[in-house]
């Protein structure tokens, strides 16, 4: 078999590049560890930067975004019992949506059946060889039979675990890496959301999250001791915990029920540089990982697919690898700085095991200066809306 581009990796990056690709007449293969179906019970993000709208409207997949998505024109902090607003839109006049990765996902995939993109699923033993040359393919095991995909470039869209990024050799390669010490414990229940806007919570108890997807599904985070298993919380220790968490105001209004899934996840920042090695590309998880603290995760990748789309259409329909040659540099500017900002909105919400009574002052003053100052609201709405591409 042969293809334009092998996509290894069929989440959210590896679709949308694929539309994207796919509008402008290149043709790509996705090849996809799991079942659909698994792929789409995955609960992650929930927060939508414009520049994701856009892409999602340029590859044609916009319209039930459109519809079901909720607007948010800020989002709320809290600090023990108080809490106050950061309106992007009056501070820098835009906004962001919530609308689930789930579903962004699903999306995707609908249109990429429509379009007739072909798409392999079950796929094991993915191989990428060759890619210092100008011949690369793709060699992996599918429905029990050995197969290779002959191609020109390969996007390793394949997540922190796929193996793109270990085709690159570790003489090439530099990885950056911190680890957190500590966890979001995340439940979804069907429920009316407790507030109209997300709720970042720093309290003594430690942080906590109330977001949303739609009018009765609400999605809620507590931080949690690596330790932790989801078979220690249950749903009522969740919920009491999480109410602790959040100003008392707030808890009052809070409509509980049984969570439909529960889930933990460490918090971590990591980054592999280069993002290009000869015909190979990574994008999204494959190459850096935020912690979820500034909702930068999906977003980042959608980025990378940005600079990737622009890259390849500029090598395909105008004959020049100028965008190639570039891709790496640009999409690690933007992703350094969704490193920073979700590293600095982690050290601000969190308790720390080794926080000191002094690192903990630091940490209220950062949270007053947010609260009254116009120059430190902006930054965050900025950031928090998405930098520009
Ligand atoms: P992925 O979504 O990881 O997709 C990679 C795909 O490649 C997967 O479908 C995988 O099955 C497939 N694959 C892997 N290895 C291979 C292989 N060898 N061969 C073929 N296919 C392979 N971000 C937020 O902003 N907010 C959140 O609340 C949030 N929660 C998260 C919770 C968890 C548990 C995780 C892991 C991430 C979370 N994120 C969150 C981050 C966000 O979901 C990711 O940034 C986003 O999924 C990145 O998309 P991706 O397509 O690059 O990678
Ligand atoms: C969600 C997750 C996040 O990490 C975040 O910052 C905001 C929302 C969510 O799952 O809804």
């Known amino acids: ?69 909720f607007v948010h024109h800020g989002t709320c902090i809290s600090y023990e019992n108080e809490l106050f607003d950061i309106n992007f839109k009056k501070l820098i006049g835009q906004n962001v949506i919530v609308y689930g990765q789930t579903e962004v996902t699903h999306d995707l995939y ?26 690369p393919y793709v060699t992996f095991t599918a429905d029990g039979k050995d197969q290779r995909i002959d191609c020109d470039f390969v996007a390793g869209c394949d997540g922190f675990h796929g193996v793109s990024r270990q085709t690159i050799p570790e003489t090439v390669r530099k990885e950056y890496e911190k680890v957190f010490p500590f966890g979001w414990l995340g439940i979804l229940s069907e429920t009316p959301p407790v507030h109209d806007e997300l709720i970042y919570a720093n309290s003594s108890r430690g942080f906590a999250l109330c977001s949303m997807r739609n009018d009765n599904l609400s999605r809620y985070y507590v931080q949690c001791a690596l330790t932790d298993t989801v078979e220690e919380w249950s749903d009522e220790a969740f919920w009491d915990e999480l109410k602790r968490r959040i100003p008392e105001s707030i808890a009052d209004e809070l409509v509980t029920g049984p969570s439909i899934e529960k889930s933990i996840a460490p918090l971590r920042s990591f980054v592999s540089e280069p993002m290009r090695w000869g015909r190979l590309f990574l994008c999204g998880d494959a190459a850096h990982i935020v912690p979820p603290t500034g909702a930068k995760g999906l977003n980042t990748a959608a980025s990378d697919v940005h600079y990737l789309n622009e890259a390849l259409a500029q090598y395909y ?29 982690t050290n601000l919400l969190h308790r720390f095991p080794d926080q000191s009574e002094f690192d903990l002052k630091m940490q209220r003053a950062e949270i007053q200066s947010l609260h009254y100052h116009e120059t430190a609201q902006k930054w965050f709405a900025q950031n928090y809306v998405g930098l520009p591409y």
């Not at 043709?27 to 799991?34: A, G, N, S, Y």
């Open 317 to 345: 329909l105008d004959k020049d690898s100028d965008g190639i040659d570039q891709y790496s540099e640009k999409a690690l500017t933007r992703v350094w700085k969704a490193e920073r900002f979700s590293w600095a909105t």
């Open 1 to 69: 078999m042969r293809t334009q581009v092998v996509i290894v990796g069929g989440g959210p990056s590896g679709l949308l590049l694929g539309q994207l690709l796919h509008r402008k007449g290149i043709e790509t293969v996705v090849l996809e560890r799991q079942t659909r179906d698994y792929v789409l019970r995955r609960i992650r993000a929930g927060i939508l930067e414009t520049g994701l709208v856009n892409m999602m409207r340029e590859a044609g997949v916009a319209d039930r975004m459109e519809k079901e998505c």
């Open 110 to 135: 609908d249109a990429r059946e429509a379009t007739d993109g072909k798409t392999i699923f079950e796929v094991e033993g993915v191989q990428i060889r060759d890619v210092d040359s100008d011949a």
